[in-house]
């Protein structure tokens, strides 16, 4: 049986069990995969002048966008229903983001909401991915870990190169964003019956799902959304501590390589 362009919706259909655990061998080793190419290529990037470095990032934008007009034309050839696809999950704006940031580099606040919007949603999207009923060899599955390794793999040249510093200022400004681009979706997500930023039903991702069968049954959907939106708030603040801790290593290391300087 050929798997590579099933769809889950034809995977729950037929009753099929195909896909991965969670943390399983080859997960594992996805991870191990993207972070061997985000630290692969930003040593690349660092090594590169501008103009180099500009190639990279146009490419890097232009590449996210084809794969993603090569999955809506796949779901369209393979007959798939298409709401859920339309490009309204964060990880489709952190997408756009990166093809904007490519053609106009240099924007404060983008690379704010980059390092506390796009990245965290990105990192959980490969840590704990919406994927697991696909077998490994397959179009959604393969594309899902390589877009998200692409957005990653993008900041990561960004903050290396000094290009993005993240601050605490740009915490708030990453966490009104994610607010911002919420607010209508919830809505949509009701209205429709899908699940973009998947807030709008029971998702497929094993955290998110039982968050959900934990608060919705008793308090229902807007308790869901604030207690995801409050977890969040959280992870946004551990990622600040992450990038402050970088940051010094990466002062101290420059210092001790040019103690002259110091």
């Known amino acids: ?20 655990r969670v943390f399983s061998l080859g997960h594992i080793l996805w991870l191990i995969a993207l972070v061997l190419f985000c630290w692969l290529t930003a040593r690349f990037y660092r090594g590169r002048d501008e103009k180099g470095r500009d190639n990279m990032r146009k490419v890097c934008g232009l590449v996210i966008v084809l794969l993603e007009y090569m999955k809506v ?9 298409m709401a859920e696809f339309v490009p309204l999950h964060l990880c489709s704006a952190a997408g756009l983001g990166v093809l904007v ?5 240099r924007m404060n606040w983008l690379g704010q909401v980059f390092a506390y919007a796009f990245v965290p949603a990105a990192l959980l999207a490969v840590i704990f991915p919406s994927t697991t009923m696909y077998p490994w060899w397959n179009f959604y599955c393969l594309h899902t870990f390589v877009i998200h390794g692409l957005i990653l793999a993008f900041f990561v040249w960004l903050f290396v190169s000094g290009e993005v510093v993240p601050n605490y200022k740009g915490l708030w400004q990453g966490a009104l964003f994610m607010i911002l681009f919420s607010i209508p979706i919830y809505f949509l997500d009701g209205a429709f019956g899908v699940n973009y930023m998947f807030i709008g039903m029971r998702s497929d991702v094993g955290v998110l799902a039982k968050l959900w069968d934990m608060v919705v049954p008793q308090y229902g959907r807007p308790a869901f959304v604030l207690v995801f939106g409050l977890i969040m708030a959280l992870v946004l603040h551990v990622f600040y501590g992450i990038y402050v801790l970088l940051g010094k290593l990466r002062a101290r290391r420059e210092s001790a390589s040019h103690p002259e300087k110091s």
């Open 101 to 105: 940031w490519a053609l106009w580099p």
């Open 73 to 81: 034309i796949v779901l369209g050839l393979f007959g798939v229903h």
């Open 1 to 20: 049986m050929n798997t590579f362009w099933l769809h889950r919706d034809q995977i729950y259909e037929q009753g099929l069990s195909l896909g991965f």
